[in-house]
């Protein structure tokens, strides 16, 4: 045991004329900051990236369906790609527009043999469609720069020495080997783990409660059933939150106030058995996820099946009755007649049956009464959602640790000198469609930047 030791001790020290970053976390955010930083460093940093699990990559792997959705569509604005960030739009900003953003990131791929195709809906892929391009890229470049890649090996804590520099107490999976390591520098990039969070939470950081972002939503109600598989191209949910909708509430960990507002997305839908998914849907829960989740999961939700059509039951009324006028001798439920409505045959005669019209009822027969609760489920259904279910092509949290605390220019902390962050860990997450992985790929990119020229103008003492 204690030659062993000597041999770890040996593996993970230093030339004398070098300092040591430790990365903690093998994602794409420990990685990218990794490459960067012995890039920029070169000889003067040695760089040590240690992953608890037995793999590192693992995100990128599964992502995207295996395929690893890389980032978002390089042709939009930077100010239009931070609007799909939830938390931390207004702070990617800067490091997006001056340091590394799309174009960059596109670029930095390409430059080393992953090319990148634009789907419809703005996804990046690789033209092979598989994660692992994604995965062989980094741990080549990572090789390239002389990263030390440690899976397997668990950071169990972290502390500062009397001279500045941080103690890390390492522990390797399979030999149960516990040892320390000095570190002139650490990049923190432990995505949603807890531990990450209670050392940051230690040495002195505020932590956004973390909370799952981007699900899908359980709705049990009549007007869905027995209509999964279908998609719709239009559709608008509301997060409704309350009858007031300027009730105030506590920012958690904050003593700022906020207005509660009702949070809606416009786009596709996917019913699904037990409620709904696709864009609009995951957008709902990650730009309501710290509402939902304060809420226990259980909100109200309201939907309006045509907004394309009419924004409210009076505009659509109107609509309606004119509609009657012109198609008085045929039957309601036959097909939708709202134009560029799109509605699917099936949903249709659901929302038919609770306007409470009768199946072979003609539209000449339709009452005042009926058009006018016809045009409201068609505008404003209300409906409960009593759950969340998994998005399985990407998994993503809000809260982490609060932006105050980090100077976003080189993601250090403002409280802990030589201690960066980056990726998940921090209160930042995306919509899906490859934000979530360019945070990753941008604060790595500042991180490991900042902490290699900090090493090349300050020379070891």
């Known amino acids: 045991i204690f030659m062993h030791f000597l041999h770890i001790s040996k593996a993970f020290s230093s030339k004398p004329s070098q300092k040591t970053l430790v990365v903690i976390g093998g994602g794409a ?38 395929r690893c959705n890389v980032m978002h569509d390089v042709r939009k604005p930077v100010r239009e790609i931070v609007d799909g960030y939830p938390r931390g739009h207004r702070q990617l900003l800067g490091p997006m527009t001056s340091k590394f953003g799309p174009k960059e990131t596109f670029d930095w791929f390409k430059k080393r043999g992953v090319e990148l195709k634009i789907e419809e809906d703005g996804r990046m892929f690789p033209v092979t469609d598989s994660s692992q391009s994604v995965i062989d890229c980094l741990t080549a470049t990572a090789k390239e720069f002389g990263v030390s890649v440690n899976e397997g090996t668990k950071v169990l804590g972290i502390s500062k020495n009397p001279i500045n520099n941080f103690v890390l107490e390492v522990e390797t999976r399979k030999s149960d080997s516990k040892f320390s390591v000095d570190a002139n520098y650490i990049l923190l990039a432990t995505g949603s783990s807890r531990e990450g969070y209670k050392w940051a939470k230690k040495l002195g950081h505020k932590i956004i409660p973390p909370l799952p972002s981007l699900f899908t939503l359980t709705i049990p109600c009549k007007l869905l059933a027995d209509l999964a598989g279908i998609t719709l191209k239009d559709v608008e949910l509301t997060l409704m939150q309350g009858m007031n909708n300027t009730e105030t509430h506590l920012i958690p960990n904050s003593n700022k106030k906020s207005k509660r507002v009702n949070i809606s997305q416009r786009g596709s839908i996917l019913i699904t058995h037990s409620g709904l998914s696709g864009p609009a849907a995951l957008k709902l829960s990650a730009f309501g996820a710290r509402e939902m989740g304060d809420a226990g999961y259980r909100s109200m939700l309201r939907l309006n099946w045509v907004p394309s059509v009419a924004s409210n039951g009076i505009e659509l009324e109107s609509i309606l009755k004119k509609i009657r006028q012109d198609l008085s001798k045929k039957e309601v439920s036959t097909f939708c007649p709202l134009p560029s409505a799109d509605l699917p045959k099936r949903l249709w005669r659901n929302i038919i049956s609770a306007s409470d019209i009768g199946e072979k009822e003609r539209w000449g027969a339709c009452s005042n009464e009926k058009i006018k609760k016809l045009a409201n489920i068609l505008t404003s259904s209300t409906v409960e959602m009593t759950g969340k279910g998994t998005f399985k092509e ?22 802990v000198p030589n201690l960066h962050f980056a990726g998940e860990v921090i209160d930042v997450d995306g919509i899906t469609g490859g934000y979530n992985f360019q945070n990753a790929w941008t604060t790595g990119w500042c991180a490991g930047d900042a902490i290699a020229k900090k090493c090349n103008e300050q020379p070891l003492i």
């Open 29 to 66: 955010a420990g990685y990218f900051g990794a490459i960067k930083a012995a890039s920029v460093a070169g000889p003067h940093l040695s760089v040590l990236l240690f992953e608890a699990g037995p793999k590192s990559l693992r995100k990128v792997k599964i992502s995207g369906g295996g």
């Open 394 to 415: 990407e998994f993503v949290t809000c809260g982490g640790v609060m932006l105050d605390d980090i100077n976003m220019k080189t993601m250090e902390s403002k409280i």
